[in-house]
């Protein structure tokens, strides 16, 4: 089924990637708003790390209490609440006035990742009661490709919009994408059958993990999910960059064309792949995602080269990550996947946080074509792996 027929024939579909748009794009907008605002202040460097990493922090520490949550709540509800509190911390953080209130902007930053991932979690939870396997990936890969856009021109926007009319204008207009997902949604007829969970919160959180426990086959699809992490290449862009590029290009316009480049793929990639793949090819699509980086290793060392190489790199990975989702989705228990899909979310993020910290440390000693051939003989490690160890067990 191609996109424009789903987009067609599914209206649930259409309506709910039109909120994932609006929602999205607001998450990404204002962080050049955030960042840029740091840099007036004169923070520190340390600081402004500890600022990023709260984009991530929550979706780590609070997996076990959001999945619960959204096992508990009928996901229409809870979607609306999400919503609300994301514009509402949005805008907060016009209270922001000098460095001494930076600890009110990591509360607020805290709360609305908070929300953002438990939003996500409760819209891929939601999926899978609605949609059957093959409608459901091409979904999963319809979010993922509209999570890729708004991530580029989230950040581009917004950055035009804080260059020009500064960062209050930018947190308005931020908040304003959140109150349109919010109208989109309760616009939007969502039937499914709701399991009221009697569990209280520490027995739901024990009997989700004992659930994962008992259930192998989850714990190897959600280790399999997590290997895309392996392609979170910031740090590699970043010192590219930094060693190589700044004397071909200015180190930003590097690292953004980089981005856009690689992000351009993540779009591209599912109307190359995402009909063709299925259980058994999938196999090949992590052949192909190993062999592009590894390509891109080979062509580092000349800027528009590397881009090629960057480009190739992302094709498979929106497949990949879509695909392996929905692979997960189908195993678990309708009950229970608020709780396995928020832990998969964790250990994604957890593995996208030590890749990212592990190629730097592995860039003091090496060079950096043979760290990112490394990922890329991962890659065929991990195909293996899920041909005979997967596949062939299931």
């Not at 819209?123 to 949609?131: A, G, R, V």
């Not at 709780?339 to 860039?363: D, H, K, P, Q, W």
């Not at 990922?375 to 596949?391: D, R």
């Amino acid at each position: 089924m191609s996109y424009k027929t789903l987009f067609r024939e599914n209206p649930i579909v259409r309506k709910l990637a039109t909120i994932q748009f609006f929602a999205y794009f607001g998450t990404w907008f204002s962080n050049v708003a955030i960042y840029s605002m740091l840099v007036s202040f004169n923070a520190s460097p340390i600081l402004i790390s500890i600022v990023v990493a709260m984009h991530f922090i929550p979706g780590i520490l609070l997996a076990p209490f959001s999945g619960t949550i959204v096992d508990r709540i009928d996901a229409k509800k809870l979607l609306g609440i999400l919503l609300l509190v994301e514009f509402s911390m949005t805008m907060c953080f016009l209270m922001i006035e000098s460095i001494d209130d930076v600890w009110l902007l990591l509360i607020f930053i805290f709360i609305r990742m908070t929300s953002s991932s438990m939003f996500f979690t409760t819209e891929m939870t939601l999926l899978p009661k609605l949609l059957h396997l093959e409608i459901l990936s091409k979904a999963n890969e319809i979010h993922s490709i509209i999570w890729s856009f708004t991530f580029t021109a989230g950040m581009a926007i917004g950055g035009l919009v804080v260059n020009f009319y500064g960062t209050t204008t930018a947190f308005i207009i931020d908040g304003v994408f959140f109150l349109f997902a919010f109208l989109t949604l309760i616009n939007t007829g969502i039937k499914y059958t709701h399991e009221t969970s009697h569990e209280k919160i520490i027995m739901a959180i024990k009997s989700g993990i004992k659930y994962i426990l008992e259930n192998k086959h989850l714990i190897k699809l959600i280790l399999l999910h997590g290997t895309v992490g392996f392609t979170s290449f910031d740090t590699i862009v970043t010192l590219l960059a930094d060693f190589h590029y700044k004397y071909v290009i200015a180190v930003p316009l590097a690292i953004g064309l980089s981005n856009a480049t690689r992000s351009l793929a993540l779009m591209v990639g599912p109307f190359v792949l995402g009909s063709w793949v299925n259980k058994e090819r999938l196999f090949y699509v992590f052949l192909i995602q190993g062999f592009g980086i590894m390509l891109w290793a080979t062509l580092q060392y000349n800027f528009y080269l590397g881009l090629f190489g960057l480009f190739l790199t992302g094709l498979a990975t929106t497949t990949l990550w879509s695909f392996t989702y929905a692979m997960l989705q189908e195993e678990v228990e309708k009950r229970y996947l608020g709780r396995v899909l928020a832990y998969n979310e964790m250990f994604f993020m957890f593995t996208n946080a030590s890749t990212t910290i592990i190629t730097g440390m592995l860039a003091i000693y090496f060079e950096l074509y043979f760290v990112t051939a490394l990922l890329g003989i991962s890659f065929i490690l991990i195909a293996f792996y899920y041909k005979n160890g997967i596949l062939k067990t299931k």
